[in-house]
Structure formats: C-alpha cells, structure tokens
C-alpha cells in the first residue's frame, strides 16, 4: 500500500482548496450573520475561480490520489471546468433574485460551494466508494437548495419530493454498488473492469450479477441527469425550487452526472457496452419523445425548461449509445453548449419581473419584442439554438452527437432525435412567437441588472458565434474523450 | 444579314419596351413604339419577299449555336426560301394592321402597353416559327404563340369567361402539342438530327421503313407525319381539336383577327407545307389530313349557319377555311394552300375586324339577334364587310376565288376517292359559307333594328384608325389573288425547293386541265349560297324558323356545335375533374395531409396531454414509475439472457 503513505494531495487540491473555502465562509457566515451573504457570494465564486486556475494549470496526464480512489486526467479537467463555470455563474446570476426575494442567508453560497465540491468528487471518482461520497456531498447540497425558501410551500415541497426520490436512488445506486462488488470483489474502476473482462470471480452467475448491479447504478445516475423514466422529480423541482436555485440545477449537477455517467460506462464496464448500450438506447429514445412532447403542454417557463432539460439529456445521451470516442466526443461538446444556452436562458428567466414581482407564465413574455428587443432577441436565440436551428451552437452540438451516431449504425436513434427535435422546435418557436408577434402583456421591469446583462451577452455571443471558432471546444472535448479511452 | 434578322426581332424589341417599361413611358408612347417597330418590319418583310421569293435567292442565316449536348446539336438559324417569304409577308403586314386597329379598338381599355407588348411577342414568336430552320426552332415558336394566345385570350382577365376560355385553348393545345412534340422525338430517334436539311433529305430512305413499338410493326413516316399532324390540329383548330377556336373570341377583337383568323391557326397548315419532303412519302398521313380537313370543312359550315354570335360565326368560318386548306395539302396541292392562307389572311383579318367596328359601334354587343339595320349607320364598315364576304364566298374576281377554286379542283384532279370526298365536301361547305356570310351581313346590316333605343342612338361610325387599316385589308382582300397568282402556277417554279410534291402527285398542276363545270361550279353553289340567304332572311324571315321546327334534331345538333363539348366534358373533363379532387380530398386532404402534418400534429397534442397528465404530483406516482423503470430494465436483461 504505498499508495496510501503517498495520497498524492496534489491531484485533489481543487477540491480540497474548494472544502477548506467552504468550511472558512461557513464559519464567517456563523459569526458575521445574513448581512455577509453577498460578500460570501462574491467570495465563493472567487472560491470558484480560483479552484478553475488550479484545475487548469494540473498537469495533464492522468494521476490518482487516495490510493486510486480520486482520479485526474483530461476529462476529469474538462468538466471540471465546465461544472465550476456553470456553478460560479449561477452564483453570480441569482445575487439579485436573492436579495429580492428575501433568501440572502449566508447558507445560500455555502451550500452551492459544498455541492461544487461534490461534483468534482463525483467527476474525479475511480472508485464505487468515492463515487457515492462525491454523489451524496452534491445531492445533500442540492435538497436543502431546492428547499431553500422554506417559507415558500412550492419550494419545500420541491425538496421533500428532491430528497424522497433522491434517497430511492441512494438506494438503488447503494444496491447496485454492493452487487457488483459482490460479484467482482472490487470497488476500484479498475479492478472491477479487470474482473469484469475476466467474467467475474463467481463463474457463470458473475456476468448476469454484474449485469443486475450495473442496472441498478445505471438507474441511479439517469435520475440524476433526469432521463425518462427516472425525470418524474424534474419539472415539479425545477418549478418549485427558487429560480436561481433552478438554474444552477440545469447547468452544474446535470453536467457533472453526466460526467459520471461517462466515467462509470466507459471505465469499469467497458466490456460490457453491448449491455448498457441497450440501456441508454432505451433512456435517450425515452427522454427525446417525452421532452419533446410534455413540453409542449406547458405554460410555467420553468417547467418548461425542465422538459427541454430532459430533451436535451436524451440528445446527449445519442452520443454516449454510439460507445465511441466520437461519440462521447460529441456528449461532451453537447454538454458545453447546452450549459452555455441554458445559462443564458435562465438569465432571461431570472429577468421576468412585473412590478417588483417575479413572473413564470410563458404568456407573461408576450410582445417582449417590443417592450425590451435586446432581452427578446437573445431569449429568441437560445430558443432557436436549443431547437438545433443553424448556424447557432444548437445545431452544432446535435450535429456531432447525430453523425456519432450514424458512423456507428444507430440510424434509427438518429432518425429519432431529428423527428423529436422537430417536435421540441415547436415550442421553442412558439415561445419566438409569443415574443414577436403576440400584444404585449403587460411589460416586465427594466432594467435588468448588470449581472444579468452581462451573463446574457456572454453566453448570447458564444451560441451566436460557436460556428465562427469552435476549435478550442472541438479539441478539448477530444483530448477528454481520448482520456476516457485508454 | 441584318434584312433577314431585323423583321423578326424588331416586334420583340417592341415588345419589350412596350411590356417592361409601359408603365415608364405611358400608353401612348408603347402603342407608337410597337407599331413603329411592326411597320418597320413589315417594310423589310416586303423587301426579303421581293428578293427571296420574286428573286429566288434563298437564304440561311447562321445566328449561334443554340445547344449541344452529345450528338444532339440545335443552331439559332433562319431559313428563307418562298414559303417562308410569303408567310414573312402575309404575317407582317396583318399584324401591322392589326397594331394600327388596336390603337383605335382598344383606346379605352386601362391596358394599353401591356396589350401592345403581348401583340408584338405574339408576332415574333409566329415570325420565329416560321423562319426557323429546324424542328425545335419551330416548336419555339410554336410554343411561344401559344403562350401568348393564352395571354391573349385572358387578356381581360376579370372576365370568367375569357378565364376558362384561355385555360380550355392552352389544354387543347398542349393535347395537339404533345403529339408535335413526340413526332419531333421520332424524328430525332430516326434520324438523328432535326435540322430541316438532315431530315428531309433522310426522308427518301426512310420511306417504307417501320420501326417496332410494343409489338407492332409501324411505318417510320407515317406515324412521324400523323404525329405532326396532331400538333397541326391543334394549333389549326381542326375537327377533334377545334373547340378552343370559337371560345377564344372572348379575347379582344384585334386578337381574334390576328392570331384565330391570319396567323396563328394557320401555323398547323405552314408546317405541313413546310414537312411536305416528310408527307410525300406518307401515304396515311396524307389521307388522314385530307379526311380530317374535308369533314372540318363541312363540319365547321354546318355549325356557322345556326350560331348568333357574330364572332363565333366567323370563328367557324376560319375553322372552316382552314379545312380547305388541309386537304388541300392532303392531296398535295401545298402551293395551294398557302395561297389560300395568304389570301384568307387578309379577307378573315377584315371580316374579323369589320366585326370589331360592329361591335364597337353597338356598345359591346355581339349577338346578331339584337342588330339588323345598321348599314346607313355605318355604311363604311357595311361596304368593307361585303368586300371581305365576297372574297370568302368565292365570287370571282374577289381574291377568295382563286384560291378556293384553285383547292377544290386541285381534289378534284387528284383522282382518288378521298379527292372526292373532299372535293364535294368543299362544294357543300361553299355553298353553306356563302349562306351563312349572307346571314351574317343580312341578320347585322339589314331588316328593321332590333337593338334598343339606348344602344342605336350611340351607333357611329369606327374613327379612321380603324377604318384606314380595314380599307386597305380590303384592298389585299381584293388584289391579294392577283398578286399571289404566280403561287399556284402549274409549273410551281415559284417555289423551288421550298415544297417538294412526289412525282404522280401533282394534283396542283392536273388542277388546270379539270373540266369547265370543276371550275364553275363553287362560284355556282356560292350565287346559290347568298341567293338562298336572300330568300331565307330577307324575302321571307319566317323560312328559317319553319325549317328550324321541321329539322329540330338537325337544327339542335348544329346550333350546340354537334355536341363535341358535351362530348368531351363526359369523356375527359368530368373524369379528369372527378379524379383530381378524388385525390385533392382522399388523397392529398385525407391521406397525406390527415396521416402526414395534420395527424402527426394532432397526435403530438394528444401524446402531449397524455404526457403532462403522467405528471400527477404525487410522490409515491413518481416512485413508482422510478421502480416500474427499474424492474423493466431488469426483466429485459433476465429475458434476454435465457
């Protein structure tokens, strides 16, 4: 065990930099009181930053720490930094709506910030162990988000619902990990991809074993992205948690599950990829049809959001079912466009105000056109970006998780995903409608903030602009990719 | 070169200042700007007639290559032989009278530029047609007149009438067309070329040749020719395909002048005087182009006599005349023909034009029933109707005798059956024109007035725009026989090359040696004609309405022009109609609409509803579908493993 005198901090520093930041704003919180909470918010997502730096500046090549519980390598940095962008916006994006709404308690960063660091866990995770510690830090986090205006009876109902289902699957993921250790006699990735190569320690009942466990942690983490049949939490969360607890779900959490999903798919049970294939054959097909379809009965923007969120995980997942290098390739380029839009819409979602009020009708954005263009533009663009219409990011990122798929024989789950995209351009494009063509309700408040602007051009400029330079993303995301392909 | 090229696109370069920038330059200066350019052009078209045809110095000229793709080459050339020459010169010069008349006729319409434009591109396209120097050149031309017809007819678009009536010429074009266009097909198939020299000089060898088609051994020249043929019914509006000819006078009066009476229609007869080197050696076509012509002939005099239009009467009248001309070529005498085209021209252009100024003068009013008495009104355009009446009777010494004598003894010489046939049909049908043109001048000009107050006080006289334009159609309707003489010579000299006639068909030439009674006898049966018209109308009004009760199936029978639109309304129409909105409604609507966009529409709602609905909010609801999802996933793996 030499690996365990030398735990090699170094790989974990992010992470563990990000825990002590933590813990030292939760104790300012307890002594200075509410009144510190933008200073704690300002300072996490400084946290944040500079947790991002040291991702970036870690060496490249793939290191363990922890004795090959916590892994590092190109895929573990790209999402990282994908997750830490996500979560610092977020941040960023809700100061407002927390001081309004009466939710500026200094929790409020503390607990993005402790979520943050789960996700990292979750991302670096070589281990069933680490990767259920990482799963709970994020999720214990995020249920006491979703409740965190307590007074408010949508928002704690989101959260007991969140956690209830959340605990089921603990449950299963606990199940599912005690059975392929059960059967493989490892919890390491990589002893449990050694014996699931071998066929597994018991004999002829290890595969079927291994098999039945891989199920149950799979269903685990398709709750955690939210993929049908596992989504049902989803739009009841999404409305009920406070908006820019919302938009923090949609663009971090997601991406860092997705993240482990990957690493667990493609690390220990690689050889088994005809069987979980089927899996996420069936879940994206699932997730595609019921996004496209539920969304267009909806009125609540929020919920709204929850169905394109669903939608968009089966797009991703379009990638992942092809099992190659491309197609995780383009999961990964799917994931970064699709964080980058929905910060941006969710920006304009966090600027619906009328008279002081937040609003969440999808009528309350009638002739936004004409009483604030510049919102209604870009709304409309990351409308038509998430409806996949080129030459916005939209279409990019479904373009490489459709050609991924179709170089690997899947024509009938790409012939899926461009039907149902039809379908979910539907109500992307009414809401485009509703913006341009419709009377004017009556108008929502101006200005919208300088946090909010600023977010909305930044991520306004990158969906408008992908098509101009998208080299660094294509190349990232192709290094991380390799990294998951040894 | 330029004499060769200007007289056909100068009334495109009309048409083209007067269509694109009418609106730029106003009515007037397009009307001056066409005529100019059509009067140019009918200028040089006398020049080339004199050289070409008087001076035989035949022409081609080289334009550009048009296309060529593999061994399949078209030039933009033009050919200018004696047919062509008197067809150059009849056409322009009618049309520009015609371009002066309009000036006058359509004064008041809001129209004017685009009127003038749709004139001139209508003569360039006729004037394309026959220049041309091979097959598709033709059919460019012969194309584009029928688009312009079309426009032409539909000229007062609000009118529902003139709308079907331009869409049902257009269709029965396109019928005779289609059989144009496949015989240019088989020509190219066989030959392998369609300029006019490669074909015709294919022609000899080809004769007798058969090709095979679905089984059946069929003669080369003799499907290509009867195919051609077809287009030629259309475009001459002959028996079959003559519907659309009486229906187009919905058009303005000029059009019906110009493209149903000198130009258009005769087209069909230009070109199988022009494909005679094909039609000499085809034995078939050449009968069925005299059965078709003989009976059109009959069949459109017979329907004349009854109708009470005063333009559809000399619509059947044309109809009529260009049966003569037909079986003319079917017994290949097509110097004879064309003499009688160049004529007919110019006394059909005045008749349709003096109908014009009748009609002008009685405010739009077309039925003959509510004339009669006009001829001290205006006694100008009564004169001018009786000049253009004589020379399409046939009385002598009026051009119409020349050239109808010279067809009718040509089938008489021709000593075949078929010769027969239509030497007789065209005795009866010229008996019957001089009847029913009788009728026309008499129900119009003559008897008491049957128009109403209101309509004969406004009565006047055409002004001499249009006047002028019709005194001197009367003079070629007069002189043009004597001019145009030297056409039917026996010797055909004056044609050379340009009409080829097989040895042992020389109908044309055996035509000058008939008997005497051959000779007199249309002019006989033409006195008889306008005597019996006297009788009927004149003398004794009730006659007509006796014989009518006497007759009634015989009278119906002509009066609803032998039932041949009924005919083909049963046939074609209703179930074209039927079958279209059979798949309009089942097909389009119920089918492709109702399963494709409507119904995946509607259904994507309904999965929709249904999709919301699974969200009931009840926690236990959501764990549940969480562990349903699980034991599915579970059971398909323990399905699949045994």
């Known amino acids: 065990m030499t690996e365990l005198a030398n735990p090699n901090y170094l790989a974990a520093l992010p992470e563990m930099f990000l825990a002590a930041a933590a813990a030292v704003l939760l104790m300012i919180g307890v002594f200075v009181g509410n009144r510190s909470t933008t200073a704690l918010t300002l300072l996490s997502a400084l946290a944040m930053a500079a947790a991002f730096i040291m991702v970036l500046v870690a060496p490249d090549e793939r290191a363990t720490a922890f004795g090959g519980l916590f892994v590092t390598d190109t895929f573990s940095t790209f999402m990282k930094c994908l997750v830490l962008i996500g979560a610092s916006v977020t941040l960023i994006m809700g100061l407002g709506y927390v001081k309004r709404e009466g939710m500026a308690r200094f929790e409020f960063p503390v607990l993005i910030l402790f979520a943050s660091v789960g996700m990292l866990m979750m991302i670096s995770a ?20 979703a409740a965190f205006r307590r007074d408010a009876v949508r928002s704690s109902e989101a959260g007991l619902k969140y956690f209830v289902l959340g605990a089921l699957s603990s449950g299963f993921l606990l199940y599912g990990c005690s059975m392929v250790y059960g ?35 799979a269903v685990a983490l398709a709750f955690k992205i939210s993929a049908v049949p596992f989504h049902m939490w989803t739009p009841d969360v999404y409305e009920g948690a406070p908006t820019p607890v ?76 092809a099992g190659t290098p491309e197609g995780v390739r383009g999961v990964i380029i799917y994931l970064t466009i699709y964080m980058v839009m929905s910060l941006g819409a969710f920006s304009c979602i966090l600027a619906m105000r009328q008279k002081g009020q937040m609003v969440e009708q999808i009528s309350d954005l009638a002739g936004l056109s004409k009483t604030n263009p510049l919102m209604a533009f870009s709304f409309a663009v990351f409308m038509f970006s998430m409806a996949g219409i080129p030459p ?52 929502l408040d101006r200005p919208i903030g300088v946090e909010l602007s600023v977010v909305l051009a930044g991520t306004g400029i990158v969906t408008v602009l992908f098509f101009a330079y998208p080299t660094p993303v294509l190349i990232g995301a192709q290094a991380a990719a390799a990294s998951l392909f040894p | 070169m330029l004499l060769y090229i200007a007289p056909v696109f100068l009334p495109l370069i009309g048409a083209a200042i007067a269509g694109l920038f009418g609106r730029l330059i106003g009515a007037r200066a397009s009307q001056v700007v066409s005529c100019l350019a059509m009067g140019i052009a009918a200028i040089l078209a006398v020049i080339v007639f004199d050289r070409v045809a008087i001076g035989g110095e ?14 399949f080459e078209v030039d933009w050339a ?37 009127f003038f434009a749709y004139l001139s591109l209508f003569t360039f396209f006729m004037l394309a047609l026959i220049t041309a120097d091979n097959l598709l050149q033709l059919y460019f031309g012969w194309e584009g007149v029928g688009l312009l017809s079309y426009l032409l007819i539909g000229f007062w678009y609000k009118r529902p009438a003139a709308n079907s009536a331009d869409i049902k010429a257009y269709v029965v074009n396109r019928v005779g067309d289609f059989g144009f266009g496949l015989g240019i097909l088989a020509i190219f198939l066989t030959v392998g070329s369609i300029s006019y020299d490669a074909v015709f000089s294919a022609a000899p060898d080809l004769a007798g040749r058969s090709f095979e088609f679905l089984g059946g051994q069929f003669d080369i020249l003799n499907v290509v020719c009867i195919l051609l043929f077809v287009g030629a019914m259309g475009k001459s509006a002959q028996f079959l395909l003559h519907t659309w000819l009486p229906d187009a006078m919905e058009g303005p009066t000029p059009v019906s002048a110009l493209i149903h009476a000198a130009t258009m229609v005769t087209a069909g007869v230009f070109m199988v005087a022009r494909m005679s080197p094909l039609f000499e050696y085809a034995p078939v076509a050449l009968a069925v182009v005299t059965v078709i012509g003989a009976i059109t002939a009959i069949f459109a005099a017979l329907i004349a006599i009854t109708q009470t239009d005063i333009k559809r009467v000399i619509a059947y009248s044309t109809m009529s005349q260009l049966g003569y001309m037909f079986f003319a070529c079917g017994v290949s005498a097509y110097s004879a023909a064309i003499f009688h085209l160049a004529t007919h021209a110019f006394f059909k252009a005045l008749l349709f034009m003096g109908a014009g100024a009748v009609i002008h003068a009685m405010s739009d009013e077309q039925d003959m029933r509510r004339m009669g008495g006009l001829w001290k009104l205006i006694p100008v355009t009564y004169g001018l109707m009786w000049v253009g009446s004589l020379a399409l009777a046939g009385i002598p010494f009026f051009s119409g005798f020349f050239s109808k004598d010279i067809i009718l003894e040509s089938a008489f010489a021709a000593h075949t059956g078929l010769g027969q046939f239509a030497f007789w049909a065209g005795i009866a049908a010229a008996a019957l024109t001089a009847l029913y043109s009788w009728r026309l001048i008499i129900l119009t000009f003559h008897g008491k007035s049957r128009a109403d107050e209101q309509v004969l006080a406004h009565v006047h006289e055409a002004p001499p725009v249009m006047t002028i334009p019709n005194v001197l159609l009367a003079i070629g309707a007069i002189g043009a026989g004597y001019l145009l003489l030297p056409l039917v010579a026996a010797d055909g000299a004056f044609w050379g090359d340009a009409i080829f006639v097989l040895p042992g068909h020389e109908a044309l030439e055996a035509a000058h040696h008939v008997d005497f009674w051959v000779k007199a006898l249309p002019t006989i049966v033409a006195v008889l004609g306008i005597g019996a018209a006297y009788l009927a109308y004149m003398a004794w009004p009730a006659l007509p309405g006796a014989i009518a009760a006497r007759l009634r199936p015989l009278y119906l029978l002509s009066l609803n022009k032998g039932y041949v639109d009924e005919l083909y309304d049963f046939v074609f129409v209703r179930p074209a109609m039927y079958l279209g909105r059979g798949l309009w409604k089942q097909g389009d609507g119920a089918v492709i609409d109702g399963v494709g966009p409507d119904g995946l529409a509607a259904a994507a709602l309904v999965l929709a509803r249904r999709a919301v609905r699974l969200q009931s909010g009840y926690l236990y609801h959501y764990a ?7 034991a599915a996933i579970v059971t398909w793996y323990l399905l699949a493993r045994t």
């Open chain 2, 624 to 630: 549940f579908a969480m562990l349903i999802g699980l």
């Open chain 1, 246 to 321: 919302t938009a923090f779900f949609a663009a971090a959490p997601k991406i860092a599950a997705m993240a482990l999903l990957l690493r667990v798919f493609l690390g220990p049970f690689q050889e088994l990829v005809e069987q979980w294939e089927q899996i996420i054959l069936f879940v994206s097909i699932a997730s595609m049809a019921l996004g496209a379809l539920a969304a267009i009965g909806q009125t609540n923007i929020k919920r709204l959001m929850a169905y394109s969120s669903i939608g968009h995980v089966g797009y991703a997942l379009v990638g992942l079912a």
């Open chain 1, 183 to 217: 059967f493989t006699g490892a919890t390491n990735f990589e002893a449990i991809a050694a014996a699931v190569a071998s066929g597994g320690e018991a004999g002829a009942a290890g595969p079927i074993g291994i098999l039945i466990g891989l199920v149950f942690i």
């Open chain 2, 58 to 71: 035949v022409q081609q000229v080289y334009l550009f290559q048009w296309i060529s793709s593999g061994g």
């Open chain 2, 78 to 114: 033009f050919r200018y032989d004696a047919l062509t020459a008197v067809m150059v010169f009849v056409v322009s010069i009618v049309s520009f009278l015609i371009h002066v008349y309009s000036i006058g006729y359509m004064a008041h319409d809001p129209h004017i530029p685009r």
């Open chain 1, 126 to 145: 070589n281990d069933l162990i680490a990767l259920y510690i990482g799963l709970e830090l994020q999720s214990l986090s995020l249920y006491i988000l």
């Open chain 1, 392 to 443: 916005l990011a939209g279409f990019f990122g479904k373009l490489y998780v459709f050609l991924a798929a179709i170089d690997a024989g899947l024509y009938g789950l790409a012939i899926v995903g461009v039907l149902t995209s039809v379908v979910g351009a539907f109500y992307y494009i009414r809401i485009v409608k509703l913006m341009y063509f419709d009377e004017p309700a009556a108008p």
